[in-house]
Nanobody, 130 residues
Framework: QVQLAESGGGLVQAGGSLRLSCAAS???????????MGWFRQADGKEREFVGG???????????DYADSVKGRFTVSRDNAGNTMYLQMNSLKPEDTAVYYC?????????????????WGQGTRVTVSS
């Protein structure tokens, strides 16, 4: 069983930055390193959407992917020793306002599908003012 806890959300002005963290408890560091991890967000009245993800691609490398709406502005990274994933968000826009969730799954599943993920955090709210 894996528990995920997001932190780092808050209120920021357009153009600003935030760094979200997702702390995983339950798996060992070695196990956590094999998990595919994703960030999703859900704005009020809208469906949950993929933001970015990171997964093991072999040879000590990780592959990342992003939604088109955040490419070049958001960066996903992970610290396997600390069982933590991060989402660095720069150049924030009002349309980035949402509750942000982190999720974890076993290896080899498609990034962008919420159904790929077995574990979810409770979410952290990000509000970007214009």
């Amino acid at each position: 069983q894996v528990q995920l806890a997001e932190s780092g959300g808050g209120l920021v002005q357009a153009g600003g930055s935030l760094r979200l963290s997702c702390a995983a408890s339950g798996p060992s560091g070695r196990t956590f390193s094999s998990y595919t991890m994703g960030w999703f967000r859900q704005a009020d009245g809208k469906e949950r959407e993929f933001v970015g993800g990171i997964r093991w691609s072999g040879n000590r490398l990780y592959f990342t992917d992003y939604a088109d709406s955040v490419k070049g502005r958001f960066t996903v990274s992970r610290d396997n020793a600390g069982n933590t994933m991060y989402l660095q968000m720069n150049s924030l826009k009002p349309e980035d306002t949402a509750v942000y969730y982190c999720a974890a799954s076993g290896p080899g599943r498609p990034f962008a599908r919420p159904s790929s993920y077995d574990y979810w955090g409770q979410g952290t709210r990000v509000t970007v003012s214009s």
